[in-house]
């Protein structure tokens, strides 16, 4: 069951969110979403989420607490949110993205997030 969870990242930093916008596939390229991805065999979802903000974007990051709820993603995957602490490193898009924000609370909604991020992105921008 936990292979159809795409996990993601509220990552904070000084007030504000980051948003990483998407360069792959098509259908999805040019959105922005929290980073993440999904699970590989084996891993529980804070070792994917290190696993992955690692690969995007070369932090080290802290997942903290999981912000409630699980939004469907379609062909049963369900994306699981957790807000993150960067440790170590400044975030790049890597693998995945072609470009970064940092978001304050007033800027939350001047980017085109995938519509199913949208639930967890306010409830992140509640927490920040
Ligand atoms: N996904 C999403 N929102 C996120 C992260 C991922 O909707 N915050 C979706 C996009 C892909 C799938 O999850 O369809 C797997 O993501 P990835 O390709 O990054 O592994």
New binding site residues.
């Given amino acids: 069951m936990d292979e159809r969870v795409?996990v993601?990242g509220a990552v904070y930093d000084r007030g504000r969110l980051l948003a990483a916008r998407?360069s792959?596939?098509p259908e999805?390229a040019g959105r922005w979403?929290?980073?993440?991805?999904?699970l590989e065999p084996g891993e529980n979802p804070r070792e994917a989420l290190v696993r992955?903000l690692r690969e995007?974007l070369g932090v080290e990051a802290e997942p903290g607490e999981r912000i409630p709820g699980e939004w469907p993603?379609?062909r049963g995957?369900v994306?699981q949110?957790w807000t993150v602490r960067l440790l170590s490193g400044e975030p790049r898009p890597l693998q995945?993205h072609d470009e970064l924000r940092w978001l304050s609370r007033r800027e939350w909604d001047s980017v085109d997030w995938?519509d199913?991020?949208v639930p967890?992105v306010v409830e992140a921008i509640r927490r920040l």
């Fill in positions: 795409v993601a998407r792959a596939p999805l979403e929290l980073p993440g991805g999904k992955e995007e993603l379609g995957y994306l949110v995945d995938l199913q991020d967890a």
